[in-house]
T-cell receptor, first 116, second 116 residues
Framework: AQTVTQSQPEMSVQEAETVTLSCTYD???????LFWYKQPPSRQMILVIR??????QNATENRFSVNFQKAAKSFSLKISDSQLGDAAMYFC?????????????FGKGTKLSVKP | GAVVSQHPSWVICKSGTSVKIECRSL??????MFWYRQFPKQSLMLMAT?????????EQGVEKDKFLINHASLTLSTLTVTSAHPEDSSFYIC????????????FGPGTRLTVL
């Protein structure tokens, strides 16, 4: 069974600085997707970034980028120029490629605080 | 981006009554929807996978007679908590899989259920 581990329950960053959130996963599959979701205090889950395992290039979405290391099964999220609105819970998630179900497997989350 | 709505956002009911929560994909068709439960400061726990026109698939430990799921159309899935008890109080989140787009799950804003 696949598992996702986020080893940092809480992280803190100064506004305008850069922070990296860690995520590791375990799978025997070669094709899969990885995601980072953000859950602010409103509790609405928001997709931050998505990575296909077959792509070697790291995904980037504006200030958010990932460091995807397939061999090491590592998928970290880097937030540059942190803003107060980035404060939230961040969940790393895994999903098998294809299939009729496609449920997400979540890590336990990392609570990010942004200091002004 | 794809939008998923959920209604109601907050419901309070008496013990023993039933509560229905609706999940709608507003701008895409979702053959697969998912229902999650989230306890305070914890990650999302998958309850069941809902497929349009067929019976839902429940995760181990989830009572299917208590949490009735219906996915009657490509844009609507409902979760009915039957004979609710205080221990059913929680935050319930649905998501819909956008097969036609980027094959990504998009989440509803959640429903806070309080059973008195």
């Amino acid at each position: 069974a696949q598992t996702v581990t986020q080893s940092q329950p809480e992280m803190s960053v100064q506004e305008a600085e850069t922070v990296t959130l860690s995520c590791t996963y375990d799978t025997s599959e070669s094709d899969y997707y990885l995601f980072w979701y953000k859950q602010p205090p409103s509790r609405q889950m928001i997709l931050v970034i998505r990575q296909e395992a077959y792509k070697q290039q790291n995904a980037t979405e504006n200030r958010f980028s990932v460091n995807f290391q397939k061999a090491a099964k590592s998928f970290s999220l880097k937030i540059s120029d942190s803003q107060l609105g980035d404060a939230a819970m961040y969940f790393c998630a895994y999903r098998n490629y294809g299939g009729s179900q496609g449920n997400l497997i979540f890590g336990k989350g990392t609570k990010l605080s942004v200091k002004p | 981006g794809a939008v998923v709505s959920q209604h109601p956002s907050w419901v309070i009911c008496k013990s023993g009554t039933s509560v229905k929560i609706e999940c709608r994909s507003l701008d895409f068709q979702a053959t697969t929807m998912f229902w999650y439960r989230q306890f305070p400061k914890q990650s999302l726990m998958l309850m069941a996978t809902s497929n349009e026109g067929s019976k839902a698939t429940y995760e181990q430990g989830v009572e299917k007679d208590k949490f009735l799921i219906n996915h009657a159309s490509l844009t609507l899935s409902t979760l009915t908590v039957t004979s609710a008890h205080p221990e059913d109080s929680s935050f319930y989140i649905c998501s819909a899989r956008d097969w036609g787009g980027r094959d990504t799950q998009y989440f509803g804003p959640g429903t806070r259920l309080t059973v008195l």
